[in-house]
């Protein structure tokens, strides 16, 4: 070996293990920072790859539920310690209350109530909260800028990073496979990919959160990111928002001139751009004061260019929901438009005028608002649409039954029922249900449960007038076990209404739930709901039901099959087998 081999030989271990020091660097840091955090993620990667590997250890509810707890307790416990160190709270202070936050989310999720509690919104609000959690005390909209932007930057890099790491081990993967024939199977590579997208990718993104919460070096345009940014949005965003600004004015000139009502699509159309104008003008907050040509006309324009589509939008909103309810995406149609109307009602005190860290206070507080209690999405919707189905489809006893509806009134109803099953509240309806419909949907599983419903009231989908009929059938024989018994009838088939006889002298009929028997002369009845109400469903071994009939004779019957309509008494079948006692039927 040459002593240029060897020089080469240390240059490329030194540079493996700065690349192992580098690829260590980011867990440790995120870990030390953010313990609660990561064990959470590590919880819901461990979940995800169990989901993948189709462990059924958890029921589909549970599995959400706990899903929804394990996310909640990540993006909680991250914002508390952030905040957390903002008020220069030690180490240990910082990482109980990480662990304390994280508890609290997770058991608030698994034990909530989902009348109470509609969690999508308020980890959805815990998330968005991360960046102004450590800015709420002592910081200014400049340290509030800057510290979402170097975080975003992070999280993009770090799960950027952890994508280009994955593709490529995929792609030498591969090579192998097509090199030497063996390589690993697709399982695998969705457990790697889950693992990268769930743990890695976020570990990575949460190593990248700024450790100074307060930055004090001037945002200055000449620096490469800063300056992209204003040229993304002086040249690009900007302008956009300026033309879309002047085709809503000229759309509610053209309304106000020709008394039209706005179309169906204006709500998101204006919401979007409601909330699009928000996020822009927190986003160009360090550039307006220097900016020039569409950053100085959005300056003076950004706040006025909201009062028109705004006004647009409630009367779009009071339109809709008076004649159809609210749905989740009228309510949050409503909650924007409140968030645009405070926002620009924050711009009126010279105190609070252009205060970012306040416009995105709101929307956000009004997110999280929007996930508990009676003036939650849920509670509304629930609320709003029993409220007309109750006025519009139930009968003079206020219970909502199966009847003749025209199309129209099918499509409503069903659109009811649809927006209450979109926010997990079909029990708003129990009251207007019979008992036994309402008995009829506890038994079913929770999957099925929207369609179950739409059965019942014979709305469902494909069908004017779908059947209830019940039915069972036999598919592994059984003994019937004739102790105490000492005369064997096989084989009656009834339909209702006639009689079966299998020898000249006795005979059976089916009258509705009743059984009627005519044995060695004599008559008896049995009921026969008991069956019905017993089967074990298809698969099953026949059903046995031993009882005395009316006038008090024992009796045993193996029923093999039955098909029966329970809105029709004469729309029956049955088949069964029958032991009796000879004594008892006797003179």
């Not at 080469?8 to 980011?26: D, F, K, P």
């Not at 008020?87 to 999720?109: K, N, Q, S, Y």
């Amino acid at each position: 070996m040459t002593p240029g081999d060897g020089a080469r030989r240390h240059r490329i271990h030194t540079l493996l293990r700065r690349m192992g020091r580098a690829l260590a660097e980011a867990p440790r840091r995120a870990f030390g920072r953010f313990p609660a955090t990561i064990l959470a993620v590590a919880g819901l990667s461990l979940v995800a790859n169990a989901e993948v590997a189709d462990a059924d250890w958890l029921a589909g509810g549970e599995l959400g539920r706990l899903i929804a707890a394990l996310v909640l307790a990540a993006g909680a416990s991250l914002a508390a310690v952030l905040f957390a160190e903002s008020t220069r709270a030690g180490p240990v202070g910082r990482a109980a209350l990480g662990f304390a936050t994280a508890v609290g989310a997770g058991l608030l999720v698994w034990f909530g109530s989902p009348s109470i509690l509609f969690v999508p919104p308020l980890a959805a609000a815990v998330l968005l909260a991360v960046p102004l959690a450590p800015q709420m005390i002592g910081a200014s909209d400049r340290d509030f800028w800057s510290f979402s932007l170097w975080t975003f930057i992070g999280a993009v890099l770090g799960f950027a990073s952890v994508l280009l790491f994955v593709l490529g081990l995929s792609a030498i993967l591969e090579m192998i496979r097509f090199l030497f024939g063996f390589g690993l199977g697709t399982r695998s590579y969705q457990l790697i990919y889950t693992t990268a997208l769930t743990f890695v990718g976020p570990l990575f993104a949460l190593s990248r959160i700024p450790l100074d919460l307060r930055d004090d070096t001037p945002i200055d345009r000449r620096d490469r990111v800063v300056g992209g940014i204003a040229l993304l949005l002086e040249w690009v965003a900007l302008p956009l928002w300026l033309a879309t600004a002047a085709i809503l004015h000229l759309y509610a000139g053209k309304i106000v001139m020709a008394g039209a009502l706005p179309t169906n699509q204006i709500g998101w159309i204006v919401g979007t751009y409601a909330g699009s104008t928000i996020a822009l003008r927190i986003a160009a907050d360090p550039f307006l004061t220097t900016g020039h040509g569409a950053m100085r006309l959005f300056r003076r324009l950004w706040a006025f260019g909201l009062v028109v589509p705004l006004a647009l939008l409630a009367q779009a909103i009071w339109l809709r929901v008076g004649a159809e309810g609210f749905t989740g995406e009228r309510y949050y149609l409503v909650l924007l438009a409140v968030a645009a109307g405070l926002v620009l009602l924050a711009q009126i005190p010279r105190r609070s005028r252009d205060a970012i860290r306040l416009m995105a206070a709101i929307p956000i507080t009004l997110l999280a608002m929007s996930a508990i209690g009676p003036l939650g999405m849920a509670s509304v919707v629930a609320r709003s649409q029993t409220g007309l189905i109750l006025r519009d489809f139930t009968d003079a006893e206020g219970h909502l039954r199966r009847a003749d509806r025209s199309p129209e009134a099918k499509t409503a109803l069903r659109q009811r029922i649809a927006a209450l099953a979109e926010v997990d509240r079909l029990s708003a309806l129990d009251p207007l249900l019979d008992e036994g419909d309402r008995r009829a949907l506890e038994e079913q599983a929770e999957p099925g449960l929207e369609d179950r419903l739409l059965a019942m009231l014979g709305l469902a989908y494909g069908m004017e007038e779908p059947s209830p009929r019940e039915s069972f059938a036999a598919r592994r024989d059984a003994p019937f076990d004739v102790a105490g018994y000492d005369r064997l009838y096989l084989r009656f088939a009834l339909r209702a209404g006639a009689w079966s006889a299998p020898t000249d002298e006795d005979g059976a009929r089916l009258s509705g739930d009743i059984l009627e028997l005519r044995l060695n002369g004599r008559n008896d009845r049995l009921p026969v709901r008991p069956v019905f109400a017993a089967s074990p469903g298809p698969g099953e071994a026949p059903i046995r039901l031993e009882g005395m009939t009316e006038a008090g004779r024992h009796i045993a019957l193996r029923v093999t099959a039955y098909s029966r309509d329970p809105r029709d008494p004469g729309d029956a079948e049955l088949s069964f087998d029958l032991a009796v006692r000879r004594a008892e039927w006797s003179d």
